[in-house]
């Protein structure tokens, strides 16, 4: 059965003591809380992953990096390798999260040789994607959707998807306020899992987590979650916050 998840990406916010608070804060709020089915992880910056995988011990808090570069080593000044994030308990990469994408220019084609090193490297995988506000205002979102994903993981072995994990971002409701309306997420999410289904079938469609990401709050989770097609969400902004985030957590 797929699980639920709630992961916070922080980019590029907290230094190392406001890392170490919100960590703590975390992990003692979910300490709390029955988790159920569902994973909490959270992306802090690369420079403190090593002291946010070890406050995270021996609690149900999951560490993830926010990117990482597709090789194995050598001259690429500035980046990190699986290798090195597997070396400091890192088990887990978000990728292709548009901001990469717009900002960084990474391609479908980078993007799908970056997920071959992070599976090679047994990272798992939270694969970003979405449309953009021009995409659909021309009714295009779903053909924007449908070829990030084709172009990026759908020359992966089928097995590779237990390792994968989708976060539909639209890029407008991203750091707007502005969300999807629950109707909408649950929309493209089917649409997204039954892209899946075609390619790979019905069993592996049916386990992968598919999370709605973009200008998600403790007043909007749960509405959104309790589509069926909605295993969770990839919060920005609320994840910086330890009360909204737990409170985003519980909305399940
Ligand atoms: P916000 O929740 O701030 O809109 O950011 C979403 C996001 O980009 C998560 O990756």
Redesign the pocket.
């Known amino acids: 059965m797929r699980k639920n998840i709630v992961a916070g ?1 922080w ?1 590029m916010n907290n230094d190392l003591k406001a890392t170490s608070k919100l960590v703590k804060q975390i992990r003692k709020s979910i300490k709390k809380t029955d988790l159920k089915n569902t994973r909490v992880i959270i992306a802090p910056t690369f420079v403190n992953l090593t002291m946010a995988v070890k406050r995270s011990k021996k609690s149900k808090l999951e560490v993830a990096a926010q990117n990482m570069h597709q090789a194995e080593n050598g001259a690429f000044t500035g980046e990190i390798s699986a290798n090195m994030l597997k070396s400091v308990g890192v088990n887990i990469v978000v990728l292709g ?3 990469r994408r717009a900002y960084f220019g990474e391609t479908d084609a980078l993007l799908a040789e970056k997920v071959n090193a992070a599976l090679a490297h047994k990272l798992e995988v939270i694969f ?1 994607f979405g449309e953009e506000l021009a995409d659909r205002k021309a009714g295009k979102q779903e053909t924007v959707v449908e070829s990030q994903i084709k172009n990026a993981l759908f020359h992966l072995e089928a097995t590779a998807f237990k390792k994968i994990v989708l ?1 539909y ?1 639209p890029v407008w ?4 306020g502005e969300t999807a309306s629950p109707e909408q997420a649950q929309d493209m999410h089917a649409f997204i899992r039954k892209t899946l289904a075609d390619k790979y079938g019905n069993d592996i469609a049916n386990n992968v987590s598919i999370l709605y ?4 709050k403790p007043e909007n989770a749960q509405e959104i979650f309790s589509k069926p097609d909605v295993d969770g969400g ?6 910086l916050k330890a009360e909204d985030f737990y409170e985003i957590v519980n909305a399940f």
Not at 173 to 176: D, E, P, R
Not at 213 to 216: F, K
């Open positions: 990406n980019k999260h548009s901001e970003c976060a971002e409701a991203i750091g707007t990401g973009g200008s998600v990839l919060i920005g902004g609320a994840a």
